[in-house]
């Protein structure tokens, strides 16, 4: 359980998405470890092999960040992954998007890789073998076909419900700092300060535990029913669903800021409680 | 491992903070300390260095001639200070720009400078673009230089961010250009409020000194300037490079009625924010 709510110190993580298995690779890893650590995850027995599915290890998307890839390391890293079909690459470099395209592939704008994204049904695999160890501890040594990972649903299955939602957390034990951001489709702990000009979004709640300095927007999929939750709350831009504070301090009804407050949405207007 | 020197990336984000004077001044104080040092100009196209230290006329090859093997070994490249002969500077070139060095070249290039120098200080330049990509390459530690502003700290901060995804460690923080009497009166941010956002090791505090501006232009670094209150904070930071443990940097002890002052400023900053 541990291993889960700390932050990974692999340098390649896998997500499900509805699109398929999305690759994240931390632009900080040697190039050549990052292509020893991709082909390893990819070996994960829990991994399906059903084509299409969200754990499909045949065919994956890549989060590679602003690493910047020339044509040969790109050669290289697609004779690493082998017979492995790559869907398309997601880059906030314009070098490894051209390089991408000039392969063929669909690349898009884009990082989710900086929050160590954990997908969520990848966790709940996790939570679930983890709990399934705990009841029978022999349950390592059976044969893959044996573990939890039958009995979950199938990977085409409806997204989880609300109850699942709420559980998946990224937990982020560090200072985000100016132009860091973190998306997450469900809650975000964040341990640590979040600096001027840097942001979290996410789906379900944000709770901050350190100074909030930077934006907020959580609820970002229209879940008027989020909340924030911070100990130190400065001037700055909040969100939850439709709602927006800016920053001023008539509009809390708190007699000053920085403050700490439950934010909380009614009617497209943000309210605070101080939790003192 | 043991002989080699290290390699310290001077960089701020924003422009005009005073990297390239704290470059030339820390390289001087550690040469005037016995230390073997390059100095590194990694500004392609925007050559700086040189200037502040008066060997404008001294160069014949430079960082782009290195990379692109036009001269035998760096060495030839490399010009001796006029003061001190353990100092050595390498510019950069004026007619090229960024795009004209690779990252792994700047790597491989630090690797054989440190190989031969106690110190490699790197001049970064302003941006988080190539040029900057190019001089944390093959960077050990940093020198984040920063000014009392919002605009200076809130890039120094993206950088710090970006130098900690590159696994550079450490990361500590030179407070330039700072007025401690405006920050008293809380016209200016203090060091705490600097400190409550960036939360870095605090190397050095140097103090606004209009003597900096005219040595910088006469190209005779202010560290060597008996009477220069900047040159005496230099040689702090100097001993602080040398040995992490010994001379702690100490604030200066405020008055009563100046504290109080204080703790009025540090909330009327925290609102105007």
């Known amino acids: 359980m541990t291993q889960i709510l700390s932050m990974p110190p692999d340098g390649v993580t896998l997500k499900g998405t509805r699109h398929g298995l999305l690759v994240c690779v931390r632009e900080d890893v040697d190039f050549d470890q990052a292509i020893e650590q991709i082909k390893e995850k990819l070996a994960n027995p829990f991994l399906t092999q059903e084509p299409g599915g969200q ?20 050669t290289r890293l697609r004779e690493a992954l082998g017979e492995v079909e790559l869907a398309g690459v997601l ?14 592939l669909k690349a898009i704008i884009g990082r989710l890789g900086l929050a160590h994204h954990q997908g969520r049904r990848l966790r709940q695999e996790q939570k679930e073998r983890a709990e399934a160890e705990k009841e029978a501890p022999s349950a390592a040594e059976q044969p ?56 979290l979004e996410a789906e379900g709640d944000v709770l901050v535990l350190g100074t909030v300095r930077g934006r907020i927007h959580a609820g970002c999929n229209g879940n008027a029913e989020a909340q924030i939750y911070c100990q130190s709350l400065h001037p700055t831009v909040l969100r939850i669903a439709d709602g927006i504070w800016t920053g001023d301090l008539k509009e809390t009804g708190l007699k000053q800021l920085p403050a700490a407050v439950k934010v909380s949405c009614a009617k497209d207007l943000l309210r605070f409680e101080t939790s003192r | 491992m043991s002989n080699m020197g290290k390699v ?86 004026q007619s090229r720009d960024k795009d004209a060095v690779k990252p792994e070249q700047m790597k491989a290039l630090c ?31 940093a020198i984040v230089v920063t000014n009392p502003e919002v605009s200076a700290v809130r890039d120094a901060d993206r950088i710090v961010g970006l130098l900690e995804a590159a696994d550079i460690n450490p990361i500590r923080l030179l407070l330039n250009r700072f007025k401690p009497n405006v920050a008293q009166r809380g016209q200016m941010l203090s060091v705490a409020d600097v400190q409550e956002i960036l939360n870095l090791e605090l190397i050095g505090m140097v103090p606004e000194d209009e003597r900096v501006v005219h040595s910088s232009n006469k190209g005779e670094p202010a560290v060597l300037d008996p009477k220069s209150k900047a040159g005496l904070a230099y040689r702090q930071v100097v001993q602080r490079l040398i040995d992490p443990g010994a001379a702690a940097w100490a604030p200066e002890q405020p008055g009563l009625m100046s504290k109080i002052r204080r703790m009025f400023s540090v909330n009327l900053g925290s609102q105007a924010n």
Do not use: H
């Open chain 1, 55 to 74: 754990l499909d290890a045949k065919r994956i998307s890549l989060d590679l960040g602003w690493r910047e890839l020339s044509s040969d390391s790109f």
């Open chain 2, 8 to 93: 310290i990336v001077v960089t701020s984000g924003k422009g005009g903070v005073g990297k390239t004077t704290c470059t030339a001044n820390l390289g001087s104080g550690l040469a005037q300390a016995g230390k073997t040092v390059v100095l590194v100009d990694t500004d392609i196209g925007l050559r700086n260095l040189d200037l502040v230290l008066g060997l404008e006329n001294r160069i014949v090859f430079d960082l782009v001639d290195v990379i692109d093997g036009k001269c035998r070994s760096f060495r030839q490249a490399l010009i001796r200070d006029k003061r001190f002969e353990n100092l050595q500077v390498l510019a950069s070139a």
């Open chain 1, 144 to 199: 893959p076909a044996e573990t939890p990972l039958a009995e979950t649903p199938p990977a085409a299955a409806p997204p989880p419900d609300a109850d699942q939602e709420q559980e998946a957390t990224l937990y982020i034990k560090r200072t985000l700092r100016s132009g860091q951001k973190a998306l997450y489709p469900g809650n975000i702990v964040l341990w640590g300060d979040l600096n001027p000009g840097s942001e």
């Open chain 1, 91 to 104: 880059s906030t470099s314009l070098q490894t998007r051209t390089v991408a395209e000039s392969f063929g």
């Open chain 2, 111 to 141: 690797q054989e400078l440190k190989g031969a120098f106690d110190y490699v200080l790197l001049d970064c330049p302003a941006g988080i673009e190539m040029g900057f990509k190019n001089a944390i390459a093959g960077a050990d530690e």
